[in-house]
């Protein structure tokens, strides 16, 4: 995504895979630090970080959502390699979907980027999908939320000022999943171990560890997470206690032409740096009185 000075502009564009390839050379979104470490969610060591991820949630466009029957949708199966993506990429031939990530706070409350719910449009025209995993070919309607309402909602830009996050009010309650735990106290340390799962590309729900808190800001901290366009509204956990620090908002670059193909593959670069913004979950002042 671009620099912080644009967030509140047309380059804080919604992390969809198309619109990152169609604005790959000239926008900012999500990167590789040092090895990749996005894993599907049957495959992950964690067993915290796999039981966490039952609460997070991909943000569809009704239009991708046709049903089947009266228990199932069925989606377009479009993949990274459909979408521009390089063969040698890993996850190529998995399913593109949501557009970006939200995860639940309470029992019909979830939270994700300002960016995502931007319009009264993006409420309507969209649905939330949980369970959206690696293998699924179809959708069970009963993991399927509409957003009723938007109960918060801020998008601001600047070292000090900065702001992005979207509280929405889902049509009904949801039924066997936690609401997440929050850090509403206190800051996270530099060097604090944290992980992030969301729907990096589209793709289905990753789990990405490996990576520290590397700089602090007062709304906001910097990490070296592996994430992508559409980890935009990702919890970002603290790795050891499983609190959500924060919501995944921005971040460096992710895909680059391949000097030698015409494609597209991830943008890797040392593990040592780390660009990927986190706005503080504490700074959203309203989930304080709906949570209590």
């Known amino acids: 995504m671009p620099k912080l000075a644009l967030v509140a502009t047309k380059g804080l564009l919604i992390a969809g895979l198309t619109a990152n390839i169609a604005y790959a050379k000239e926008n900012q979104t999500k990167v590789i630090y040092g090895s990749d470490d996005r894993q599907d969610v049957a495959n992950h060591h964690d067993a915290q970080l ?28 479009r993949t990274l390699r459909d979408m521009g993506i390089c063969k040698s990429e ?13 995860f ?52 601001t830009a600047g070292i000090f000022a900065t702001k992005d996050y979207a509280i929405v009010k889902l049509d009904r309650k949801v039924e066997g999943r936690t609401p997440l735990r929050l850090k509403m106290k206190g800051n996270p340390k530099t060097g604090t171990e944290i992980a992030v799962i969301g729907h990096p590309s589209g793709l ?27 980890n935009s509204g990702s919890p970002v956990f603290d790795e050891n206690s499983g609190e959500v620090l924060g919501i995944l908002i921005q971040g ?41």
């Open 50 to 77: 796999v039981n966490l991820a039952s609460s997070v949630a991909g943000q569809v466009k009704n239009s991708k959502l046709h049903s089947l029957d009266s228990e199932f949708y069925g989606f377009p199966k």
């Open 90 to 102: 890993r996850f190529s031939e998995q399913y593109t979907l949501p557009r970006c990530t939200g």
């Open 104 to 155: 639940l706070v309470a029992k019909d409350i979830l939270v994700t980027a300002g960016h995502c719910v931007a319009s009264a449009s993006d409420c309507s025209g969209h649905k939330w999908v949980f369970d959206y995993t690696a293998g699924k070919e179809k959708i069970a309607k009963k993991d399927v939320y509409s957003c009723k309402q938007v109960l918060g909602q801020k998008l």
């Open 204 to 230: 289905p729900l990753k789990i990405a560890g490996g990576a520290k808190v590397t700089k602090k800001r007062i709304n906001f901290f910097y990490a070296n997470l592996d994430t992508y366009g559409g």
């Open 252 to 292: 460096a670059r992710d895909y680059i032409r391949s000097p030698n193909q015409f494609c597209q593959v991830s943008n890797r670069v040392s593990n040592s740096g780390g660009d990927e913004k986190v706005f503080k979950i504490k700074k959203a002042k309203e989930l304080k009185k709906l949570i209590d």
